[in-house]
């Protein structure tokens, strides 16, 4: 819900204040140089016009909202990994990004991260009903905005890991503390930012059974093997069966 009512009749651009490279976090300006006002840093125009009748919506300040039923307690705690496949050709530089299960518990020790194909077997099998903590672990320099399908879900948290100089383990950063979710961050979501060097963790219950995915949303790594199948409960008659998607 945007409110227009105190913004002057005229044209007007949305900007974007992300960086002209790969986004890791931070505050514009201040950590990064934001993006070209003259080019990149526009993203649309729109343009506001005198009203032409009364206005009956809600301002968002008075919106009384029903509150969010919390979620249950998880059931299963899912350590997720984001990697990079770096170039064999070419010094420092990202091939691939990719997604990955983690055996061991980071939380506790060093977890080791194994990256999966788009085409390998379903490793993320929630059951009909349940509720799972999925951890996204990210081993890449980069955020990553982390969407999956179906459901709607909690952020929980985020916390500071180590991951070693290869991107192969990682570990909760022992005596770190977890940070809670955004302002923006406390409704349901489907989408979440996975900041380099932390674990983010969001909450969901599973509830409809079917095949679907979980994906990074900027376009160049979901195309590129940040994309994985996951299954809530058994393989459904009509759906592609393990490692044939
Ligand atoms: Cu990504």
């Known amino acids: 819900i945007v409110d227009f009512t105190n913004v002057p009749v005229g044209s007007h651009v949305l900007g974007n204040v992300g960086p002209d490279e790969p986004f890791g976090g931070g505050v514009p300006g201040q950590d990064f140089p934001v993006a070209d006002p003259s080019s990149t840093g526009q993203i649309i125009q ?3 016009v005198p009203a032409l009748a009364p206005d009956p919506t809600t301002p968002p300040r008075y919106l009384k909202l029903p509150a969010i039923p919390a979620l249950p307690a998880a059931s299963v705690t899912r350590p997720l990994a984001l990697l990079e496949h770096m170039s064999e050709f070419f010094a420092d530089a990202p091939a691939e990004a990719m997604l990955g299960t983690v055996e061991g518990d ?15 077997p379903v490793t993320e099998n929630p059951a009909v009903g349940a509720t799972e903590v999925w951890e996204f672990y990210n081993a890449t320099a980069d955020a990553h905005p982390m969407h999956i399908h179906e459901i709607v879900f909690e952020v929980v948290n985020r916390q500071e ?20 979710p955004e302002p923006w961050e406390r409704g349901l979501k489907d989408t979440v930012i996975a900041y380099p060097g932390q674990v983010t963790r969001v909450r969901a219950t599973f509830k409809v059974p079917g095949q679907f995915v979980w994906h990074c949303h900027i376009v160049e790594h979901e195309d590129n093997e940040m994309m994985r199948p996951f299954r809530i409960g058994p393989v459904q008659p009509g759906q592609p069966p393990d490692g044939t998607m």
């Open 46 to 48: 729109f343009r506001v």
């Open 106 to 120: 980071p939380n506790t020790g060093v977890g080791t991260l194994a990256h999966k194909m788009w085409s390998e």
């Open 161 to 180: 890991i180590f991951v070693d100089e290869m991107g192969m383990s990682a570990q909760v950063v022992p005596g770190s503390t977890p940070v809670g």
